[in-house]
């Protein structure tokens, strides 16, 4: 391997940073996937995006960082992103800030000396699994067709293996030795700690002192247009298409009886299905032990769970589910003898000498020809009007490709056309309950040509994209029912927040909060609690309370008092309270090591100076596009 003429050989460390050899290893990984991406070609002879100090950023290594973070990115959302969706999460400043921390380490480690031997180096790369051959050792031929294939040579990648443990040493210089403040910590403890117990009382529309009234056209009319954005249609895409569904045309489909009576014969099992046993199975490791059992069990001494945990299992390893006598084998009869739920045994089984448990019997069900014929009837017509659509895909590619209009084509090919208004948020039905053709309406484009689409679900589709509709108000009469559900859903809120304010103001005077209905309470809930029903902001709202105080909580659907009945301070001993403290000691630590070494690389940036050249970080984007 290539070696440098500038280093400080060291004595091997005992303490290495896993982390940084990570990154190297997935970032041989990623290498492997970038095979073909151009990396190394951004025009104008340009290498370098910027510099920190004397440390170059390399146009190279900006995009790899970039494609490894999008990468990430997409494996995390469960599909691909593009450049453009990765900068609207910010990635790309993002990749560029750690880009740039990372070189202003290099500066710095270079400029007072800090550096690794040729043996670490080598260590590392000989125990990286990208780099081993079929003997499940370093292979050098693997070593250097891996690099050669990626544009590095062997210099660069041991100079970068070597660049990531001096940053590892200056980064590790920097964050060590961090405490946290017993202060802090006790004070942290204290409030994550901290408990507290309360009384809900929740109202409804009964706690009114007269139910709500029915609103006027007035009100109806106000509502609406005080809250037209809630009753208009969004975006939409005007488009018209013409189909072929198996469903429509499955009707005109013949089946023939005697294909109907094979594909009854062949799927014979789904329809004479063996009258069945719910079965669990309990192994011993001889006739004489399974005979104890047994006898103890019909003694009374033991139940059949009792003789379960006595082996080491649970019910879910011992069941069978249901199965047939042919299925149990020897055991078969036996279990099959018992004529209610029972244990039958010992008896044997592929595992040796069982108790066999029957929890229930299962009837056998016999469907005939005649019943079944219907049915399977409607699966063949379906079957075969797909094979007649998938039939007639070119005949009517062929007729879009001639120039005819999507009309022209219904009429000639006999198929179904209609014009919808397509918003994707909406509830699929009809012709968009088909998945194919919702993702080919979503990317459909103004000036696009229709074309067949062959659908999984057998259909046949041309779509065309006549205009985009802007957001439409709906009518007040087509939306009147929703207009007045909202807006008694409205007064109804105002109405119970206002009850609730009274109620409040009622307890506070001396009253009993169970006087105005019924109160559940809940004992030493802690910040993270929950409680099923109330709204996010009661837990928040009372932690915020002061001891024996009354507030109201307000939420969608929700109106309720509550008092705070007693604070329960954070335990200070106990297994629990010491994990607790453990764990905030480490985060605080962790924190105060994080902000130190921030300040640290960003004020070696400062210090060595940051030089960016847009035209070169353009010219990676436009080749991530």
């Known amino acids: 391997m290539a070696k440098t003429t500038t280093e400080t050989e060291e004595r091997p460390r005992k303490k290495k940073s896993a982390g940084s050899i990570l ?69 790309d400043q993002r990749v560029l800030q750690t880009l740039i921390t990372r070189a202003a380490l290099d500066n710095e480690a270079a400029k007072i000396g800090i550096s690794v031997g040729d043996a670490t180096v080598a260590n590392e790369i000989t125990a990286m699994q990208a780099f081993q051959g079929t003997a499940g ?89 005080e809250n037209i954005d ?21 009707p005109t489909m013949e089946v023939d009886e005697t294909a109907l009576r094979a594909l009854y014969d062949e799927r014979i099992d789904e329809f004479m299905i063996p009258e069945k046993r719910l079965v669990e199975r309990l192994v011993y490791p001889s006739d004489e032990e399974a005979a104890a059992a047994k006898a103890r069990l019909d003694a009374g001494e033991v139940t059949f769970d009792d003789l379960v945990a006595e082996r080491g299992l649970t019910l879910d390893v011992i069941d069978l589910g249901d199965v047939s006598k042919v299925q149990l084998g020897a055991a ?35 469907t005939t020809f005649e019943a079944a014929k219907e049915s399977l009837g409607a699966e063949m017509r379906t079957d075969a009007a797909r094979r007649a659509i998938d039939a007639r895909s070119e005949e009517i590619n062929d007729l879009l490709a001639s120039g005819a209009e999507l009309e022209e084509v219904a009429q000639e090919a006999g198929m179904e056309i209609a ?3 397509y918003v994707a948020t909406d509830t699929p039905e009809g012709i968009t309950a088909y998945s194919g053709f919702r993702e080919a309406a979503d990317a459909l484009q103004e000036g696009d040509f229709p074309e067949a689409i062959m659908l999984d679900e057998g259909a046949l589709v041309a779509l065309r994209l006549d205009e985009i509709v802007p957001p ?25 927040a206002a009850r609730a304010a009274e109620v409040k103001a009622e307890v506070e005077g001396g009253a009993s909060l169970g006087a105005f209905g019924i109160v559940s309470v809940t004992r030493n809930i802690g910040r993270d609690g929950f409680v099923e029903g109330a709204p996010d902001t009661l837990i928040p709202t009372l932690f915020e309370m002061a001891d024996g105080a009354i507030a109201v909580v307000e939420g969608p659907g929700f109106a309720g008092v509550i008092r705070l009945d ?60």
């Open 23 to 91: 990154v190297w290893t997935l970032l041989v990984l990623v290498m492997l996937g970038l095979g073909g991406f151009g990396v190394t070609n951004f025009g104008g002879g340009v290498t370098a995006i910027g510099r920190v100090g004397d440390r170059e950023i390399t146009t190279t290594d900006y995009a790899r960082a970039l494609q490894q973070e999008m990468n990430a990115l997409s494996a995390q959302f469960g599909q691909p992103i593009t450049f453009a969706q990765a900068q609207a999460f910010g990635l």
């Open 137 to 225: 050792v370093f292979d050098r031929d693997t070593y250097r067709f891996t690099l050669e294939r990626n544009n590095l040579t062997e210099a660069q990648f041991e100079q970068g293996i070597r660049e990531d443990a001096a940053r590892s040493v200056l980064q590790g210089a920097v964050v060590g030795g961090f405490t946290a403040p017993v202060a802090a910590v006790d004070a942290l403890a204290a409030w994550a700690g901290e408990t507290r117990s309360f009384s809900l009382l929740q109202l409804t529309e009964g706690d009114l002192a007269a139910p709500l009234s029915a609103p006027t056209e007035e009100e109806v009319k106000a509502f609406y247009d």
């Open 230 to 250: 809630r009753f208009t249609r969004p975006e939409a895409k005007r488009i018209t298409y013409v189909a072929l569904v198996p469903e429509t045309l499955a």
């Open 332 to 366: 078969g009869d036996g279990v099959f003898a018992l004529t209610e739920p029972g244990v039958a045994g010992p008896l044997p089984s592929d595992l040796g000498p069982a108790l066999f448990r029957m929890n229930a019997i299962l009837a056998a069900q016999e």
């Open 419 to 421: 014009t919808i208004d």
């Open 472 to 496: 439409t108000p709906v009518p007040l009469e087509e939306a009147r029912e929703d207009v007045v559900a909202a807006w008694t859903a409205d007064a109804l809120a105002k109405a119970l």
């Open 566 to 625: 007693g604070i329960t301070p954070a335990a200070t001993t106990g297994e629990d309270a010491e994990a607790m403290r453990d764990m905030i000691e480490v985060r605080a630590r962790q924190a105060l090591a994080q902000d130190a070494f921030t300040l640290f690389a960003n004020g070696l940036s400062n210090e060595a100076g940051i030089q960016l050249d847009q035209t070169a970080i353009n010219a990676v984007h436009a080749q991530m596009n």
